[in-house]
């Protein structure tokens, strides 16, 4: 998949040394849940076992080629938030130095388009810890609508609960969203 600025693949043991450079960064994977990576033979086994997934794809720059975040749609069995076959959860990451480009919410346009057209997905659903503003600005530009907050959300890999947000995209939404938008172009 490509959107302007990226090309979305699957992840390569080639892609370890870049996860690495990225996902060590203290303020990227804890906000989403999960520790900062300490080693890049360690980022090769997320990406044997976490990245390596079906629908889990590295971003990278079309000018570069090389990975700076990660998206993918948790199917069902991989997600807590759904148990149905036609509906999914999308996750993401951005590399620091990208943060604030706009990158993100193009990422997560085409993986929605992905979702409603090629997988056949009604709905995805999305969430974000209680002070990632970066993660659910995004989750507002992409169209997605609020539905509930818990108090207390297990974030096993960190040892901790914290406040977790719910929104959800319907493919009806989507829609919508991108008819109105093409009106008013």
């Not at 993401?92 to 929605?112: A, D, F, N, Q, T």
């Not at 600005?137 to 609960?161: A, I, N, S």
Request: hydrophobic share 35%.
């Amino acid at each position: 998949m490509e959107t302007e600025r990226t090309i979305i693949r699957p992840w390569e043991d080639a892609d370890a040394a870049d996860l690495y450079e990225y996902a060590k960064d203290p303020d990227v994977g804890p906000a989403a849940g999960w520790p900062a990576h300490t080693s890049v033979e360690g980022s090769l086994e997320t990406i044997h076992g976490v990245l390596g997934r079906p629908e889990t794809f590295a971003i990278c720059l079309k000018e570069t080629g090389r990975p700076i975040g990660s998206v993918g749609l948790h199917l069902a069995g991989a997600t807590d938030m759904t148990d149905r076959d036609d509906e999914c959860e999308l996750g993401y990451w951005l590399g620091k130095p990208y943060w604030g480009r706009g990158i993100m919410p193009e990422v997560v346009r085409e993986i929605l388009r992905h979702a409603f057209e090629d997988l056949g997905m009604r709905c995805v659903w999305v969430g974000y810890y209680d002070g990632n503003e970066k993660s659910h600005r995004v989750q507002q530009k992409c169209g997605f609508r609020y539905q509930w907050t818990t108090d207390e959300v297990d974030v096993p890999l960190m040892h901790e609960t914290r406040k977790g947000h719910v929104s959800r995209l319907t493919k009806e939404e989507w829609v919508s969203d991108l008819e109105a938008s093409a009106a008013k172009e």
